[in-house]
């Protein structure tokens, strides 16, 4: 009798389509992630554009240490289109932040330059960072030195520059920026040193709030140290080469 010899089927390995799937879910969050960034970003700058920026993550993050530390949560912070604030003051950051500001298209690279070297040979770390850099990172970003939030400042610096132009940076960066302990913005700090509107400050007065403008809740604009002294001396020296200012 014959003996039947039966041939087994050679077993197919299952195709591995869990890893494929999980990668293209991914990739299409990833993908829609991106263009709920950039629409989301591109709205908040263009409306800025118009509309008053009511509070900054800076402002939020101030109001959390000072609630964590059991201290006053002092808050300061009043909007003034550029025409109340000061040409002064105008002339007075732009000499100590920017002196480049009415010329760069958003970034100095001859100052990042210094500052590289600068951090190179262990002297006190400087970004380097022209106003619209600083404007960008007071609206949109959160404080910090990653080069992940510095990639996303410069998308950002870029996007102001070419949406709000020169004159709507400066009047959010002064309407915005820290220049005291729980005081934002050039009216709030025009009334909290001198007693007076933006638009009232001399130009020592304004020379005073930039000059504190690295650590504004360390230093004072007025009763000031020798250091901040000679900043303002220095400032005021630089603001009468900054000339008329024409956005």
């Known amino acids: 009798m014959a003996t039947k010899i039966t041939r087994k089927k050679p077993i197919k390995k299952p195709v591995k389509k869990e890893s494929s799937n999980f990668m293209n879910i ?3 969050f ?3 992630a991106v263009l709920w960034f950039f629409g989301i970003s591109l709205f908040f700058v263009v409306l800025y554009k118009f509309v008053p ?3 900054t993550p800076l402002m939020l993050i101030r109001t959390v240490e000072n609630i964590s530390d059991k201290k006053e949560n002092s808050f300061s912070h009043d909007w003034e289109p550029i025409e109340n604030i000061s040409v002064n003051l105008q002339k007075a950051v732009i000499a ?3 002196g480049s500001f009415l010329v760069h298209n958003g970034f100095d690279f001859k100052a990042m330059q210094k500052a590289y070297k600068g951090n190179e040979r262990g002297r006190k770390i400087k970004g380097g960072s022209t106003i619209s850099q600083q404007t960008a990172k007071n609206v ?4 910090g030195r990653s080069y992940f939030r510095k990639g996303l400042e410069a998308y950002f610096t870029v996007l102001i520059e070419f949406i709000w132009g020169k004159e709507r940076i400066m009047e959010v960066y002064l309407n915005s920026i820290e220049m005291g302990n729980g005081v934002y913005g050039a009216q709030a700090a025009a009334e909290h040193w001198y007693r007076k509107d933006a638009k009232d400050l ?21 009763s000031s ?3 901040i002294n000679n900043r303002k001396t220095k400032i005021m020296r ?7 200012i024409k956005y």
Do not use: C, H
Request: charged residues 15%; positive net charge; without cysteine.
């Open 238 to 244: 630089v603001m009468r080469t900054v000339g008329k």
């Open 140 to 143: 949109f970003l959160w404080q």
């Open 26 to 28: 991914l990739s299409r």
């Open 96 to 98: 100590s932040e920017d």
């Open 202 to 222: 001399t130009p020592i007065q304004a020379a005073g709030i930039a000059a504190i403008l690295p650590n504004p809740r360390k230093f004072t604009a007025t």
């Open 225 to 227: 140290s020798s250091y």
């Open 30 to 32: 990833l993908f829609k």
């Open 53 to 55: 920026v009511p509070f």
